[in-house]
């Protein structure tokens, strides 16, 4: 089975911090994804990366940053997290052209 | 852009009856289709798929979906529903390129 962790369930940050979120695949996925999901506003896309070292913004990219120097790892950044960032976060991998697979995500609050 | 839309945000039913979830998208070329279920707390998981071939698609867990290409709708039905459905219920699309593309959601109720 495919699997997609994500380094942490729960997460509390203060407005300012620095915060990394990462995810592993193990299935050797090209593809991968950081979603934002929100009440009433399902899922949106922040961005996604088809190859190593390569990214593409998403819907929703401001205030995010994302890095991949390994294919297994993909890393979203919050250069300076602010209190509208609070968030459930999904990360999903995907071999072209099939589905994604999503790891259990991560609930983060900035207060 | 692709749109998918999921015109009932909340559906109640009753233990034992027949649902359906509706899912409609926009696209003029071929699309793949999915039907994702999250329960509380936890990630998304595929619950059914469609990528080519016959248009009606089953889950183990007794859902099924079919895809209409002239009414552009991927609508998700199971005609008995139990208490362990409850959970929150997204349609997404795939067309050219690497992008998904997800409804807003349908919060399906299972009420005994």
């Known amino acids: 089975d495919v699997k997609v962790t994500q380094s942490s369930r729960y997460l509390v940050k203060r407005t300012g911090e620095k915060v990394f979120l990462e995810c592993v695949q193990d299935?050797?996925?090209?593809?991968m994804f950081w979603y934002r999901q929100d009440p009433g506003l399902g899922l949106r896309l922040i961005y996604f990366?088809?190859?190593?070292?390569?990214?593409e913004k998403g819907d929703i990219p401001e205030g995010y940053s994302v890095s991949r120097e390994k294919k297994e790892r993909f890393s979203l950044i919050l250069e300076s997290a602010s209190t509208n960032q609070t968030s459930m976060y999904l990360c999903?991998?995907?071999?072209?052209?099939?589905?994604?697979?999503f790891g259990p995500g991560t609930r983060l609050t900035v207060t | 852009a692709q749109s998918v839309t999921q015109l009932d945000s909340q559906v109640p039913v009753f233990e034992e009856a027949p649902v359906e979830l509706r899912c409609n998208y926009s696209?003029?070329?071929?699309?793949?289709l999915f039907w994702y279920v999250q329960y509380p707390n936890q990630g998304l998981q595929l619950l059914l798929k469609y990528l080519s071939g016959s248009t009606l698609v089953e889950s183990i867990n007794g859902f099924e979906a079919e895809f209409n290409k002239s009414q552009t709708s991927f609508h998700l039905r199971k005609p008995s529903v139990h208490i362990s459905d409850t959970a929150e219920y997204f349609c997404?699309?795939?067309?050219?390129?690497?992008?998904?593309?997800f409804g807003t959601g349908t919060s399906l109720t299972v009420i005994p």
């Open positions: 299935m050797d996925h090209e593809n």
């Open positions: 696209s003029s070329v071929s699309v793949y």
């Open positions: 999903a991998s995907s071999l072209d052209p099939y589905e994604q697979y």
């Open positions: 990366s088809y190859d190593v070292k390569m990214k």
């Open positions: 997404a699309v795939r067309a050219t390129g690497n992008q998904f593309y």
